[in-house]
């Protein structure tokens, strides 16, 4: 319909009529609000976990799920759930945000359908005889006993005692012929949450903030993705992304985040440093395209990532003599160990004129990484901007490699830049013919 044919349809409704339209969820919902089929991958599933940004509309679909269960509407439940759990991060969250909050409980349900909030009980109470009891994560003891047909579990990842209450938790859901929980949570990396994304009975949506944009205020998305986008921060925060570090890992978040700038000082050296890949098609490594300046006190900068996977050579070497030229660089180091002149005829048919440093890898990755960390922590390296990818390789880069066993690109072509910029001469004024 048009926006006409809509509103002169709206302006015809009474009152009760609209509400009914208001309170259909399955008309309004996000695809992430709505849980899947009863079954995913022929198992019937009893965790639903859905992970989302700040904002993404996680408490608006814990509460509509809830409100399904208890009043028994289809297709989201069977039939009435007689006994349900709240469990929110402390007994302040649960009232102000699950029960009580502008999403909750209280404010999804139709004034005529809408159950008896008792606070001094801390429970919800349907017409239908349906009971909500409230419960914190902070005492997980108070779940010993008690039995549920379902549950729904808030902000599960920032949980102070997350596996004892949870575990209490799966005890009591033993109500009914099939119990399910919902968990709406931001995604933090804790061995709970990534144990649940292994589950083969737990089922994930996801969503980021901006999913939910059209309930947001929009000062508020400017603002805030201004400030953190592409941080380690905004992408758990908002994007809703489960952010690993590894604690062997020889780089941490919250180190590079104190190396952050937004822009780089005048340089008097940049390179752009390339790490090739042995072999091209589809299970070729990612060919490593990074680089870096030196400043008159010697400190370095991070200027740009442009790896590209599953690049043929002709491809990544336009890729990196672009930078090249962008950045006005003053070589392009190139790994040669494996085919060496290959390396350099592929740069040559783009651009002759290129100034190609060769290096050769001498040492193995780790050994030749752990200096340039050492630079970090010494405060000598700043990124000049936001290098997603990369900055999670470093963290997740230890002495076994990375913990996907894949080939660190990103990070091979980072040492090659600063270390060419370590090692190179006495810091010369940058020339340039007009």
Not at 40 to 49: F, G
Not at 101 to 112: F, I, K, M, Q, T
Not at 230 to 240: I, K
Not at 415 to 423: F, G, K, P, S
């Amino acid at each position: 319909m048009s926006p006409t044919q809509r509103l002169y349809i709206l302006a015809r409704l009474n009152r009760d009529e609209l509400e009914a339209l208001h309170s259909d969820w399955q008309l309004f919902a996000h695809p992430h609000q709505w849980p899947p089929d009863l079954a995913a991958n022929d198992k019937p599933w009893t965790t639903w976990l859905l992970i989302g940004g700040r904002g993404a509309g996680k408490t608006r679909a814990g509460a509509e799920w809830i409100r399904a269960q208890a009043l028994g509407l289809a297709p989201l439940a069977q039939q009435p759930a007689g006994r349900i759990a709240l469990v929110g991060e402390t007994e302040h969250d649960v009232r102000e945000v699950m029960i009580e909050g502008v999403s909750g409980l209280l404010a999804v349900h139709r004034r005529d359908e809408r159950p008896m909030w008792q606070p001094s009980r801390r429970r919800l109470e349907w017409k239908n005889g349906a009971v909500a009891h409230a419960f914190s994560a902070e005492d997980p003891e108070s779940l010993r006993g008690p039995q549920f047909a379902c549950a729904w579990a808030d902000e599960l990842a920032k949980w102070r005692y997350a596996e004892a209450a949870f575990d209490m938790l799966q005890f009591g859901l033993r109500l009914g012929a099939q119990p399910r929980q919902l968990i709406t949570t931001t995604p933090r990396p804790t061995a709970l949450i990534k144990r649940l994304l292994n589950d083969e009975s737990c089922v994930t949506t996801r969503a980021a903030t901006r999913s939910n944009a059209l309930h947001l205020a929009p000062t508020f998305l400017q603002s805030v993705m201004a400030r953190y986008a592409g941080t380690r921060l905004g992408r758990q925060e908002l994007d809703g992304e489960l952010i690993e570090e590894r604690p062997d890992a020889l780089w941490s978040r919250g180190l590079i985040e104190t190396c952050r700038i937004s822009e780089a000082p005048p340089l008097q050296r940049i390179v752009v440093a390339v790490d090739p890949p042995a072999t091209s098609g589809k299970r070729a490594d990612a060919c490593g395209i990074v680089a870096a300046g030196v400043a008159a006190d010697n400190g370095l900068y991070v200027l740009a990532d442009e790896t590209l996977t599953q690049a043929a050579p002709a491809a990544w070497a336009a890729r990196a003599v672009a930078l090249w030229r962008r950045l006005e660089a003053d070589a392009l180091v190139v790994e040669v160990n494996q085919g060496g002149e290959m390396v350099r005829a592929v740069i040559a048919q783009v651009d002759p004129s290129v100034p190609v440093q060769p290096v050769r890898a001498l040492r193995g990755k780790w050994l030749r990484a752990e200096p340039i960390a050492t630079l970090y922590e010494q405060g000598r390296v700043r990124h000049a901007g936001v290098f997603a990818a990369l900055e999670d390789e470093m963290c997740d880069f230890a002495t076994s490699g990375l913990s996907s066993g894949r080939s660190p690109d990103h990070l091979d072509a980072l040492v090659w830049a600063l270390t060419a910029l370590t090692h190179g001469a006495a810091v010369r004024p940058r020339v340039r013919e007009l």
